[in-house]
Structures are given as C-alpha cells and as structure tokens.
C-alpha cells in the first residue's frame, strides 16, 4: 500500500517574505513538494533554498513524480 503524498501548492502565491520562506522551509520536512510561480520560485533561487526543495510543474507530477 502507498502511502499518499502531500505538497505545497505556492501556485497562488504572489507575494513571499521571510515568514513565508521560514514555513516552507519549516515544512519541507513532512511536505516536499512544491509548486510555485516564476517570481517565488526566484526567491528560492536568491537564498539558495532550491538546492533542497523539490519543485513541480504541476500538482499532479508533484504527486505522482
């Protein structure tokens, strides 16, 4: 039996500041997928947090990937 798999769906999210980064950071560890649009997912670039999170292009290769 698989186990299901959860994410975080950044999608919607237009504006991130370091509260946000520290919650996703924060639940990486139970959540590790992610999709975000281009200007959050520079964000992660900036700070160098895309080395460990897992980006998708969209829910479903989140969940299935």
Avoid: K
Wanted: avoid cysteine; charge should be negative; charged fraction near 15%.
């Amino acid at each position: 039996m698989s186990t299901p798999r959860e994410g975080l769906d950044a999608s919607l999210i237009t504006l991130a500041d370091s509260v946000f980064l520290q919650i996703v950071i924060a639940a990486h560890q139970r959540r590790p997928l992610y999709r975000a649009l281009p200007a959050v997912a520079l964000l992660f670039q900036l700070v160098g947090v895309d080395a460990f999170l897992r980006f998708y292009p969209s829910v479903e290769e989140a969940l299935t990937g």
